[in-house]
């Protein structure tokens, strides 16, 4: 198909082995940036970014129908992910209750 | 090698493209994986600040150049309509330029947001350089 032929040969192998090391490192990191920050938010927002990399890199490595499916699918569900987080940023929860009141 | 029926020029057209895209679509990657390489060391230099504000602007670093690479891969999309692909083929690459092109929308509102959360918290941006010719916000 014609959108593989960008990035073909031994470059193919190259960057799908990249793209899942980049994968393994967003989860790790965002588990590391959960632990320390303590903000799961920040944490996701990370994760999302480092796997809309993995994502921009197999595109180019698509070979059917259903790959592109899948790829419009999760940009789909990142976009979904990425409007929670930004309206849950947008509406901090309420303050709590003045105890002296 | 020429079949026959072919000119012989558009065989060459054809071969050059086809390089073209390749070198196109590899600086694309390249810049992707640098960007992403990048990112993941200042997110671990950020780590020990325990500060989740100071991962933003390695954020908007790091959709800088996946705005700069997606930029690369769209022109390569591009330059393959140039080389008449079947119709099969020409709807697949569509796919793939759309997806680009609503990835490289989202990324520069995404950028924006960030940007404005970062001018009303009073922070800096990361000493990088800026990458794409957008600029992101200028």
């Known amino acids: ?101 | 090698m020429e079949s026959p029926g072919e000119p012989a020029i558009e065989v060459w057209l054809e071969q050059v493209v086809t390089w073209l895209v390749a070198v196109v679509e590899a600086a694309g990657v390249l810049v992707i994986i640098v960007g992403a390489l990048i990112a993941l060391t200042l997110f671990v230099l950020a780590l020990p600040k325990r500060d989740p504000v100071a991962f933003v602007p390695i954020r908007l670093t790091l959709g800088r150049f996946l705005a700069l690479g997606l930029e690369f891969q769209l022109a390569s999309d591009v330059l393959r309509t140039a080389v008449g692909p079947s119709l099969a083929g020409l709807a697949q690459l569509a796919a793939v330029a759309a997806i680009r092109t609503a990835l490289n929308f989202f990324l520069a509102r995404e950028i924006r947001d960030e940007q404005q959360l970062l001018e009303e918290l009073g922070r800096e941006m990361p000493t990088l350089p800026k990458v794409g010719w957008w600029g992101g916000g200028h």
């Open chain 1, 1 to 101: 198909m014609v959108g593989t032929e960008g990035v073909a040969g031994p470059l193919a192998g190259l960057v799908d082995a990249a793209a899942s090391l980049l994968a393994l490192a967003g989860v790790l990191l965002a588990v590391a940036i959960w632990v320390s920050a303590r903000d799961l938010r920040a944490a996701l927002a990370v994760l999302l970014d480092l796997l809309l990399v993995v994502g921009l890199l197999r595109l180019g490595l698509l070979r059917t129908w259903t790959d592109l499916l899948v790829a419009a699918a999760l940009v789909a569900v990142r976009r979904v992910v990425w409007f929670g987080l930004a309206q849950r940023s947008h509406h901090p929860a309420p303050a709590a209750p003045d105890p002296r009141r």
